[in-house]
Nanobody, 124 residues
Framework: QVQLVQSGGGSVEAGGSLKLSCVHS?????MGWFRQAPGKEREVVAR????????LYADSMKGRFDASVDNARNTLYLEMNSLKPEDTAMYYC????????????????????WGQGTQVTVSS
């Protein structure tokens, strides 16, 4: 079973930056970052095919967040810039099978491996 171990996160002031990492134990065709704020549903942040393909972002993250993979290190990254208080949430990395469409899906039900989560807190 594939395991995902997250690191990074923490607290930062608005406008600051943080970087999350997610080390996985084997090949995962499709990976994503999700987040869940208190009292809200989990939402997709970004998703990416690990062997080719550009990362896809939710609209509110475009231009501020950058998801990338380092296959030599089996690591998924999420660099977050220009952070806002509304970005405060628990962030999760996730892995899923190869999509028939060739594009990683937005829905979290598609992903079958999850990291343990890491808290990101942005103060105003």
């Amino acid at each position: 079973q594939v395991q995902l171990v997250q690191s990074g996160g923490g607290s930062v002031e608005a406008g600051g930056s943080l970087k999350l990492s997610c080390v996985h134990s084997g090949y995962i065709p499709c990976m994503g970052w999700f987040r869940q704020a208190p009292g809200k549903e989990r939402e997709v942040v970004a998703r990416i095919m690990t062997r080719g393909g550009a990362a896809l972002y939710a609209d509110s993250m475009k231009g501020r967040f950058d998801a990338s993979v380092d296959n030599a290190r089996n690591t998924l990254y999420l660099e977050m810039n220009s952070l806002k208080p509304e970005d405060t949430a628990m962030y999760y990395c996730a892995g899923g099978p190869y999509p028939l469409s060739g594009i990683c899906l937005r829905s979290d039900v598609y992903y079958n491996s999850w990291g343990q989560g890491t808290q990101v807190t942005v103060s105003s």
